[in-house]
């Protein structure tokens, strides 16, 4: 079983910036560097939409059309956690952003709310 607490959300001006952390444990055996990371977003009412996702082990990043060049996912295998760093936020990129770590099995965080207004 793997856990995720994501941490890093809030109320952010639009244009501004907000860095999202994912931290990951397990129980015996459990290694982060096995499990691709990925972040997801959603929206009231609506189903959760992938973002970004850093794969293992080549570390390839993969993001959603309107976030590319604005969000950066990466990773800390030293620390079991992976990162969303969001810049030049947009309202219409408000809503929960969870994270799942993915090998055989998905697991997913509790999410945190990104609210981007003035």
């Known amino acids: 079983q793997v856990q995720l607490v994501e941490s890093g959300g809030g109320l952010v001006q639009p244009g501004g910036s907000l860095r999202l952390s994912c931290e990951a444990s397990?129980?015996?055996?459990?290694?982060?560097?096995?499990?691709?990371m990925s972040w997801y977003r959603q929206y009231p009412g609506k189903e959760r939409e992938l973002v970004a996702t850093?794969?293992?082990?080549?570390?390839?990043?993969n993001y959603a059309h309107d976030v590319s060049g604005r969000f950066t996912i990466s990773r800390d295998n030293a620390k079991n956690a992976a990162y969303l760093h969001m810049t030049h936020l947009k309202s219409e990129f408000s809503g929960i952003y969870s994270c799942?770590?993915?090998?055989?099995?998905?697991?997913w965080g509790q999410g945190t709310q990104v609210t981007a207004s003035s």
């Open positions: 799942q770590a993915k090998r055989k099995d998905s697991y």
């Open positions: 397990g129980g015996s055996g459990f290694t982060f560097s096995r499990y691709s």
């Open positions: 850093i794969s293992v082990p080549s570390n390839f990043t």
